[in-house]
C-alpha cells in the first residue's frame, strides 16, 4: 500500500522559514521523481517543486525560485521543502506527490503552511 506522509507545516512569520518532510513507503522510491505541490484557499493546486529520481535535476514554480529547495534522501524514503522567505502568498496546504506511481499518481494527505504576522 503507497503511503506518503506530510509534516513540518505550521504558522511562521513573514521572512521565516520551515522545512516540510515527506515520508514515502509502499513502493520503490528511489526509482520515481516526486513533488511538492500547494492549494491555497479558492484557488487551483499549483505544481511548486519536482525532483528526478536520484535528486539530480530540481524544478520549481517561478512564485518560488530562489526561495524554496527540493532534496530527497533515498536512503531515508523522504523527500523535503525547505522553504525560506516566507510570505503570506505562501500559505496553503502543501501537498507531496508521486506522480507515476498509481494510475493517478499518490498523494499525501496535505500539510498547513500559514504565513502571518
Known amino acids: 500500500q503507497v503511503q506518503l506522509v506530510e509534516s513540518g507545516g505550521g504558522l511562521v512569520q513573514p521572512g521565516g522559514s520551515l522545512r516540510l518532510s515527506c515520508a514515502a513507503s509502499g513502493f520503490t522510491f528511489s526509482s520515481y521523481r516526486m513533488n511538492w505541490y500547494r492549494q491555497a484557499p479558492g484557488k487551483e493546486r499549483e505544481l511548486v517543486a519536482d525532483?528526478?529520481?536520484?535528486?539530480?535535476?530540481?524544478k520549481y514554480a517561478d512564485s518560488v525560485k530562489g526561495r524554496f529547495t527540493i532534496s530527497r534522501d533515498n536512503a531515508k524514503k523522504t523527500v523535503y521543502l525547505q522553504m525560506n522567505s516566507l510570505q503570506p502568498e505562501d500559505t496553503a496546504v502543501y501537498y507531496c506527490?508521486?506522480?507515476?506511481?498509481?494510475?493517478?499518481?499518490?498523494w499525501g494527505q496535505g500539510t498547513q503552511v500559514t504565513v502571518s504576522s
Open positions: 525532483i528526478t529520481s536520484n535528486g539530480g535535476i530540481t
Open positions: 506527490c508521486a506522480p507515476y506511481v498509481g494510475s493517478t499518481g499518490s
